[in-house]
């Protein structure tokens, strides 16, 4: 029997525990750890039928999570802890010869920055290890991937511009609270914004360009350039490509508050001294947000994520749209959480579903656009992600 470790019991870790349950003749044993052990113990609650062994771990720290992987005799590792762990937790993937999977991709706590540099340098030591390491297997980035290959598997010839659109409909009574982990959520939204255009990056002052679209089963929405890191694997793997950008849907108010905490210098990263203690702003912060993974049974409204791909098909131009809509109250009535998470929890279980299965298999480390799109896009209609192809 196959053992499955997954790393990290947040919002995300609970979709993929359920979900990994309900697929329990691939996942075999499942044993979740985390940093803090009762928040493992309360996802077990939940499934009180199911195989699963709890445990505590800092997974800053190699060496903890080398001896877990073997402690366990794990066959997979399922990082849905915070980026901040992907590089410790890859590393001890290698030294134990265990495939890895993930979700988001790597920054250091220090700098509001994220790329692939790090992990694609660790692909020379997975392959020598003979394991796979699956990057960014949530929605955006992930079915996002997914969706621009078999987009240009088969709906194009040449792909010439993709828009990634995200669109969070969804209400949850707060005046101000984010979706998943604030302290990733806020980095990455007072971010500049960057696309890219004929072979380079494009700056952009936080929220500069913004536009409208009319997301199906939710209506026009404005949404806002922002850099998203699914664009930098994307732009290697997709042929002909002359544009990519990413939007993001986001209300006033949200906007509004955004813009206030930055103003007042609660967005920092940098500690600040306070009563003679040591305090990180937007560490703080997160303290007094809701907890994400609280807000499940709140949240009314659905998510559409999707793409927008414009090209060439013999010769002549097309241009189709790629969306997936979910619905959180629907999400929170099967796995206890909202859409967010669920969007994201799902893919990662499926990913690690078709490595376990030996249906994605590689040696080294990978973006989800490098694998045969089609076995992932009849999974997420399987799993409880369906999508929508549209002409435009
Ligand atoms: P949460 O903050 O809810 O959960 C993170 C979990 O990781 C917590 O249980 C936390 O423990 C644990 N953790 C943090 N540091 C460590 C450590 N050093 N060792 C062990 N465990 C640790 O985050 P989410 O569930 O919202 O997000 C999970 C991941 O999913 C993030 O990487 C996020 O960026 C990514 N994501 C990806 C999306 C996509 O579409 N690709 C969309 C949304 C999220 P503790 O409880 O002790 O703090």
Redesign the pocket.
Known sequence: MKTTLI???????RVVVHKCVQNSNVFGKIVL????LS?CNEIKKELPEAFIEVAQ????IVGEVVRLIKSVNADIVIN??????DLAIMDACIKTKTHYL???NYEHPDEAKFEYKLQWERDEKFKEAGIMGLL???????VTNVFCAYAQKHYFDEIHTIDILDCNAGDHGYPFATN??PE?NLREVSANGRYWEDGKWIETKPMEIKMVWDYPEVGEKDSYLLYHEEMESLVKHIKGLKRIRFFMTFGESYLTHMRCLENVGMLGIEPVEHKGQKIVPIEFLKTLLP???TLGSRTKGKTNIGIVAEGIKDGVKKKIYIYQVSDHEKCYAEVNSQA??Y??GV?AMIGAKLILEGRWIGKGVFNMEEFDPDIFMDELNKQGLPWKIKEL
Request: no cysteine; aromatic share 6%; net charge negative.
């Open positions: 790393i990290g019991a947040g919002g995300v870790s750890a985390s940093r803090t928040k771990v800092d997974a800053d849905v802890a915070l980026p901040y762990q993930d979700t988001a960014g297997s949530g929605f955006d980035p992930g998943f982990n990733i907890d994400p993974s967010v998470s969007t994201t893919p």
